[in-house]
Structures are given as C-alpha cells and as structure tokens.
C-alpha cells in the first residue's frame, strides 16, 4: 500500500487509517481560473448527489488571518512567508482536510502545497528542504494543473484589477516597474510549475480557452476519480419501485406521474 503521504502525517494522524474521501486539486498562478473552476466545480458535484467541502490557501483559523495582515505590508521575508503558508496548510490539513477525507467527502482545494513550494523556491528557498518541509501533506487523487501562457494570463490579470505586489513578486525583485516584475516573477513560477508537474504528476489542462471548455475537460477529469463514489440507478430502484406497487392500478393519473417521477430521475442519472 502506497503511503497517504509524501514522508510522515501530522502528529495524531494514523497513516494507516483509511481515508474513504477523495482529494482533488486545482494549481495554477493566479489568473488562470482556479476559483471560477472550484466553484463549478463543486457545484456539479454537489448536484450529483456528493458531498464536498472546499479550501484554498489562507483560509484556516490558526495563521490565515495573520498572513493576510502581514501581506498588507511590504516588509515579511521570505523564510517567514513561507512558515506562515506552511502553518496555514498544516491547520487545514488536521482540521478540515483529513476530518472530511475521513468522512467520505470530496475535498475541493484551489491551490495545494505545489503553489507554496512554487513561491517560496523562485524566492531562493531550497528545494530540497521545501518538499521535507511539505513532507506531512496528504497525497491527492487528482492534481489538475490549469496551465496558459504568459501573454495569456496579462490580460486576465489586468482585467481583474490589475497587479498585485506579492504576486508580481516585487518582494524580492529588483524591477523599477510591478509589470516587469510580474512577467518575470510569473515566467520563473510557470517554469517551476513544470518541473513539478513532472514529480507529482499533474494533469495539465490548458486555461486558455473559454471557462466553458476548461470545466469540460475538468468534469471528464474528475468524474473518472469520484465515479465510484456516484449514487448509481440501481441504489434508488427500491424506492423508485416502490412508487409504482403503492398507487392504485385503476388511477392512470396517479400511474402517469410515477411514471413520469421516475424517468425524470433516470434521465439525472444518466446526466451524471
């Protein structure tokens, strides 16, 4: 059995306990549609019939709070910019990743430890002690990778309200102008998302076209991983069956809206 993690779990955690959920995660630099994604993304699940619980990066209560404050500044280094992330993972991971992978849901979570590792090795951190350092996180079912260019992600970015400091990398770049300081901070990412994708196996999914094209190329995606964990037409035949038996065989009213109840939850099903 392969182990649920990339080195040991977070203290209290049982590597062989079985984790009946799936995890799936959405990478990409920031533009490329991760968040509109998620949101489908959930959304068809949830009507299939599925549980999921979604997360992204500074949502925990330990230290989301706290980094989102320190971002208002300019003056957090990069070694405490990455133990920030890191607490704010390892909170998420223990308290909302795990509990709900434990409970059969789907996690959903734009963005995943691929990002920071990302962030923090174009700052000059060690890539070897990164993936030490991210050595508790649970391995994922599916790493979707939206992908695009940098020509591309410009008028996104710019369309969204324009470039932000820690984004553009202005933190550690030298560039006079944030324009110059996002291609070349966003160009050194797009090369380290690469040489991750080759680790960790990623699937690439190309972000440039429209949203619509991009959620069908996901949903086919995902729908291999979570397929089994689809409610089937066999697990509603009893009560579906059970519409028919209980109406009055002389009602063809009554016998007409079973019927037609019935196909419309095949006609779900077969959707799905």
């Known amino acids: 059995m392969q182990n649920p993690y990339y080195w040991v779990p977070v203290p209290g955690v049982d590597i062989h306990e079985p984790l009946t959920g799936k995890l799936i995660v959405l990478e990409g630099t920031d533009g490329v549609g991760r968040s509109t994604q998620t949101r489908m993304m959930r959304n068809w699940l949830e009507s299939s019939g599925l549980p ?3 997360t992204g990066l500074r949502r925990g209560t330990l230290a989301g709070r706290h980094i989102r404050e320190a971002k208002e500044g300019h003056t957090m280094g990069r070694h405490t910019q990455c133990l920030f992330y890191a607490t ?36 000059g951190l060690d890539r070897d002690w990164l993936r030490k350092l991210y050595g508790f996180a649970a391995r994922p079912d599916l790493i979707l990778y939206l992908n695009t260019s940098i020509d591309k992600l410009l008028p996104r970015v710019l369309a969204s309200g324009g470039f932000d400091y820690w984004e553009s990398g202005m933190d550690h770049l030298g560039e006079e102008s944030m324009y110059d300081a996002f291609v070349k901070y966003q160009s050194a990412l797009l090369e380290e998302f690469e ?7 990623f699937v690439a999914i190309d972000a440039g076209r429209s949203i619509g094209e991009v959620f069908a190329d996901l949903k086919h995606k995902v729908k291999a991983v979570v397929e089994e ?7 509603f035949t009893e009560f579906v069956g059970e519409i028919g038996p209980a109406r009055d065989p002389d009602d063809e009213e009554t016998g007409s809206m079973a019927e037609r109840l019935r196909d419309l939850l095949f006609s779900f099903l077969e959707d799905k």
């Open 52 to 54: 999921v619980h979604d």
């Open 88 to 123: 704010d993972f390892a909170d998420r991971l223990q308290n909302e990743i795990i509990p709900a992978l434990r409970s059969g849901y789907i996690v959903l979570t734009d963005r995943y430890i691929y990002s920071l590792i990302a962030r923090a090795a174009v700052r």
């Open 195 to 201: 040489q991750l994708s080759e680790e960790y196996g």
């Open 229 to 235: 964990m689809t409610p089937r037409a066999h697990e």
